[in-house]
């Protein structure tokens, strides 16, 4: 069994210990970086009306959300009301399910991703978004949408930290490997369970794809 991942704080840290050779920031794209919004699955697990399980998917599209309306300089919401409104949307049009991960059968519909972000960001006053989506994509892909200053829900699958799990991702970080090629691809993420940015490196993105939200 491959040896579970632990999340990424610092790329080039990370690069070094991977490859033993010094490494340096190559080039660092990071469009959202003052607006970047950071809330957890944590943070929403428990309200006055009911416990949330397997929440991820309502968690990333509240930091979609609450990044936008910042970045906009529009009145933003508080985060728990963002994330209420997301997870009963999920509810409505039986996207997310409110289930105990036990269970196994609970959680966010890959499948029907984008239509429910749509409608997210319409209950939020975002009426103007404009997305693409990918079933499965490439992490170089996704490094030219963010270049394009998208944001990026991330649908994982099977990954060795995140297992199945939705990030949304901000920008990227290349890390240049002293005499060793190309440098390394780091994806800047809001992963959900660390309330500041954490980095995935583009190599363990074997099943991946992506809502790309153009605001």
């Not at 968690?59 to 309306?69: E, G, K, R, S």
């Not at 394009?148 to 799990?165: D, E, F, P, W």
């Not at 583009?202 to 605001?215: D, F, M, P, Q, S």
Request: include cysteine.
């Amino acid at each position: 069994m491959a040896q579970k991942l632990q999340p990424i704080a610092d790329p080039v840290a990370h690069a070094v210990a991977r490859t033993g050779y010094p490494c340096s920031v190559a080039e660092r794209v990071t469009p959202w970086a003052g607006a970047a919004a950071y809330h957890t699955t944590g943070q929403f697990a428990r309200t006055e009306e009911r416990d949330f399980h397997q929440h991820c998917g309502p968690t990333a599209v509240t930091n979609v959300i609450c990044a936008i309306q910042k970045r906009r300089g529009m009145a933003r919401n508080d985060p728990a009301e963002v994330f209420a409104r997301c997870a009963a949307i999920g509810r409505r049009r039986l996207t997310y399910w409110n289930i105990p991960e036990k269970v196994h059968l609970g959680g966010t519909s890959y499948l029907l991703l984008g239509p429910y972000v749509a409608a997210c960001l319409r209950q939020c006053g975002i009426r103007d978004a404009q997305q693409t989506w990918r079933v499965q994509a490439r992490p170089e892909q996704m490094a030219r949408e963010l270049a394009r200053g998208r944001l990026l829900v991330l649908t994982m699958t099977g990954h060795r930290c995140y297992g199945s799990h939705l990030a949304v991702a901000y920008g990227y970080v290349r890390v240049s490997v002293a005499g060793r090629g190309g440098p390394r691809l780091y994806l800047l993420v809001a992963d959900g369970w660390s309330g500041g940015p954490r980095y995935i490196d583009a190599e363990t993105l074997r099943i991946c794809g992506y809502v790309a939200v153009k605001a």
